[in-house]
């Protein structure tokens, strides 16, 4: 699995203290990387904190603190430590992570946690462009915070869909997915900053829902295709303009089987692909900004990454995996998040 | 953002559904919070129903009712749930079962756990394709998944969109971080222009700290501790308004310093 060093010792300050947990100490220390507070600070001066919104996505939020209570209560009782109890809104709840990123931030536009398994922080761009679109914000800070907890560790598991080594996506001996944790923001606004060479700019975006199986992707890949196409008409972009596809590619058999298929039935097969879960794990409800962030160097470097483990793709595959790293200019990326319930979410990302 | 209501569904204690509701504040009939409701959606197959959660069943209980009355087809609408807590009921079953010297977490318990199971067997229920988001905003669920559903109209993303807001209290132990009077649940089919069975016009706006007035209550006491008492509930004066055909502006509070003006103003004459 892929764990994150030393967040335990993250702290967070004193005001928001309560908020202490796994998940947003890995926030925290997302949230202070790369100058973002800063950008976030400047923004709330140019904007107003009332025009800048929250929106997260994550499918566990602070529930290994839920697991520890429960291995920490009363055995005459039965209740729950009363360190825990009072701070549940802020540790274990659902959308305690948007409500410390909103507070830590100073921020008081409207805000929500997205959940919606692996594609939750996906699906957080695409609520943020209608929240821009209607006027509620200016911008957004968008972002993915999922930690490592038992309850995805044990699930995955049961549902055998965890690899005993690290995670080789399209391989024909893949073996299951390698669980990671992280936290990825972006800062969208409704337009391009005017003195940045570097804009990268969210083209379009596909949703769908399976209609199929909680815990098993269509066999014939319907609600990929669809959120596919969704994501191509809203960006009014063809399949050709497309330079490389970043695979959802968990590992598992079914999902990159189903994957391919679907990117066979929409894509010619010269259109190159690849999945980075090699590369970070599958970051389960941060899976979606983590690829937003990784797709905006992709694009300012020209760089498409190949599918790290990976020795022989599927023969059975009809798509071009990338195994090798390659550097060729690139105009647009489309990115792919499938999760349980047959929740599905395509983004395309460009230079503006 | 203006959305039209075509189906409403609603499940809470003394509620069993719409017409009940309905009853309740237009003729006020008496109410009586003790009689809890079982539901047993007839969308789930029986297989799904028997293993379901508590929250797949009010929720889908609901969000059956109101697609029944606005006479649509469920395939053409996009779906928001929201929630607080979701999954609690599995949550518990869970972490009971990691508190163990062998912990385990059985395959079912772990594919029901996620915040979106409700919609997942809602749209395969259903047989719809269409987008569905889930979210939660603790306290403000309600209003926050009745924004993502207005502005996925208003921005043409959905022609129908059906929100649903619910929410089931937490067994003990974890009960007590969360103490929800009762459950409820509480659904809407919206779209963007009325049609002839219409029942509502909503204009909403999202008022800054400075704009806010006080929050629209219920006038009947034990309502009023259920509205404030389960984030779903918090909707209940948009009913009322509703079952009274009012033209009226409601108040309700938006995350801590925000709120949602809702501009109500009926399709249907009244039929006093």
């Known amino acids: 699995m892929g764990r994150v060093e030393g967040l335990e010792g993250v702290s967070l300050k004193s005001s928001l203290s309560h908020f202490t947990c796994?998940?947003?100490?890995?926030?925290?220390?997302?949230?202070?990387?790369?100058?973002?507070?800063?950008?976030?600070?400047?923004?709330?001066?140019?904007?107003?904190?009332?025009?800048?919104?929250?929106?997260?996505?994550?499918?566990?939020?602070?529930?290994?603190?839920?697991?520890?209570?429960?291995?920490?209560?009363?055995?005459?009782?039965?209740?729950?430590?009363?360190?825990?109890?009072?701070?549940?809104?802020?540790?274990?709840?659902?959308?305690?992570?948007?409500?410390?990123?909103?507070?830590?931030?100073?921020?008081?536009?409207?805000?929500?946690?997205?959940?919606?398994?692996?594609?939750?922080s996906a699906k957080v761009f695409a609520t943020a462009s209608r929240y821009i679109e209607a006027g509620l914000c200016e911008a957004v800070v968008v972002g993915g915070v999922d930690s490592l907890c038992l309850t995805t560790l044990y699930g995955f598991?049961?549902?055998?869909?965890?690899?005993?080594?690290?995670?080789?996506?399209?391989?024909?001996?893949?073996?299951?997915?390698?669980?990671?944790?992280?936290?990825?923001?972006?800062?969208?606004?409704?337009?391009?900053?005017?003195?940045?060479?570097?804009?990268?700019?969210?083209?379009?975006?596909?949703?769908?829902?399976?209609?199929?199986?909680?815990?098993?992707?269509?066999?014939?890949?319907?609600?990929?295709?669809?959120?596919?196409?969704?994501?191509?008409?809203?960006?009014?972009?063809?399949?050709?303009d497309i330079d490389y596809i970043h695979m959802h590619g968990t590992a598992t058999v079914a999902n990159d089987q189903t994957e391919d298929l679907a990117i066979a039935a929409m894509f010619q097969a010269h259109t190159p692909c690849s999945s980075t879960k090699?590369?970070?794990?599958?970051?389960?409800?941060?899976?979606?900004?983590?690829?937003?962030?990784?797709?905006?160097?992709?694009?300012?470097?020209?760089?498409?990454?190949?599918?790290?483990?990976?020795?022989?793709?599927?023969?059975?595959?009809s798509s071009q995996v990338l195994l090798q790293n390659r550097e060729q200019p690139i105009r647009h990326i489309m990115s792919n998040f499938f999760g349980f319930g047959g929740n599905n979410c395509t983004l395309i990302l460009g230079r503006r | 953002m203006k959305i039209v209501v075509h189906g409403i569904g609603v499940l809470g204690p003394g509620i069993e559904n719409w017409e009940a509701c309905r009853r309740l504040f237009k003729d006020q009939c008496p109410y009586d919070g003790s009689v809890m409701p079982d539901p047993m959606p007839s969308t789930l197959p029986a297989n799904e129903l028997r293993r379901s959660s508590d929250v797949v069943r009010w929720s889908l209980q609901a969000a059956q009712e109101a697609v029944q009355y606005s006479q649509l087809?469920?395939?053409?609408?996009?779906?928001?749930?929201?929630?607080?807590?979701?999954?609690?009921?599995?949550?518990?079953?869970?972490?009971?079962?990691?508190?163990?010297?062998?912990?385990?977490?059985?395959?079912?318990?772990?594919?029901?756990?996620?915040?979106?199971?409700?919609?997942?067997?809602?749209?395969?229920?259903?047989?719809?394709?269409?987008?569905?988001?889930?979210?939660?905003?603790?306290?403000?669920?309600?209003?926050?998944?009745?924004?993502?559903?207005?502005?996925?109209?208003?921005?043409?993303?959905?022609?129908?969109?059906?929100?649903?807001?619910?929410?089931?209290?937490?067994?003990?132990?974890?009960?007590?971080?969360?103490?929800?009077?009762?459950?409820?649940?509480?659904?809407?089919?919206?779209?963007?222009?009325?049609?002839?069975?219409?029942m509502s016009m909503l204009n909403i706006t999202v008022l800054s700290e400075h704009d806010a007035k006080s929050p629209t209550a219920m006038l009947h006491a034990e309502l009023d501790s259920l509205r404030l008492g389960n984030p779903a509930a918090r909707g209940l004066p948009v009913l009322h308004a509703i079952a009274k055909n009012l033209t009226t502006s409601i108040f309700l509070d938006y995350l801590d310093n925000l709120q949602l003006q809702i501009d109500h103003q009926p399709c249907q004459p009244s039929q006093d």
């Open chain 1, 22 to 120: 796994r998940n947003n100490q890995l926030a925290l220390l997302g949230l202070q990387q790369d100058g973002f507070e800063d950008r976030i600070s400047k923004a709330r001066r140019q904007y107003g904190a009332h025009r800048i919104g929250v929106l997260i996505g994550t499918s566990t939020a602070g529930i290994l603190e839920t697991e520890h209570a429960y291995q920490q209560k009363n055995p005459v009782t039965g209740r729950l430590p009363s360190t825990f109890v009072p701070v549940g809104r802020f540790t274990q709840d659902a959308f305690s992570v948007a409500h410390f990123i909103r507070q830590y931030l100073q921020l008081t536009g409207p805000a929500a946690v997205i959940s919606t398994a692996c594609s939750s």
């Open chain 2, 73 to 198: 087809d469920p395939k053409i609408m996009g779906t928001v749930f929201a929630a607080s807590g979701g999954e609690v009921g599995i949550l518990h079953k869970i972490c009971q079962s990691l508190d163990s010297s062998m912990p385990i977490v059985s395959p079912t318990l772990f594919h029901q756990s996620v915040h979106n199971a409700a919609a997942g067997y809602w749209s395969i229920a259903s047989g719809s394709q269409r987008p569905s988001t889930s979210l939660a905003c603790y306290d403000s669920s309600f209003e926050g998944g009745l924004l993502e559903a207005a502005t996925l109209l208003s921005t043409d993303q959905e022609e129908f969109v059906l929100f649903v807001a619910y929410d089931v209290p937490a067994p003990f132990p974890l009960y007590e971080t969360r103490p929800l009077i009762a459950p409820f649940a509480i659904a809407f089919v919206l779209g963007k222009h009325a049609l002839p069975m219409s």
């Open chain 1, 278 to 317: 090699g590369w970070t794990g599958h970051t389960l409800g941060a899976a979606g900004a983590v690829a937003v962030v990784l797709g905006d160097l992709c694009l300012q470097q020209g760089f498409l990454p190949g599918c790290l483990n990976t020795s022989t793709v599927d023969p059975t595959f």
């Open chain 1, 157 to 240: 598991s049961a549902l055998q869909l965890t690899a005993p080594g690290p995670c080789r996506p399209c391989d024909a001996n893949r073996d299951g997915l390698t669980i990671g944790e992280a936290a990825a923001f972006v800062f969208l606004e409704k337009s391009p900053v005017p003195d940045n060479q570097h804009s990268t700019a969210l083209l379009g975006y596909g949703e769908s829902s399976d209609a199929y199986h909680m815990s098993h992707p269509h066999p014939t890949g319907q609600g990929a295709i669809l959120a596919m196409k969704g994501s191509l008409k809203s960006s009014s972009l063809s399949t050709s």
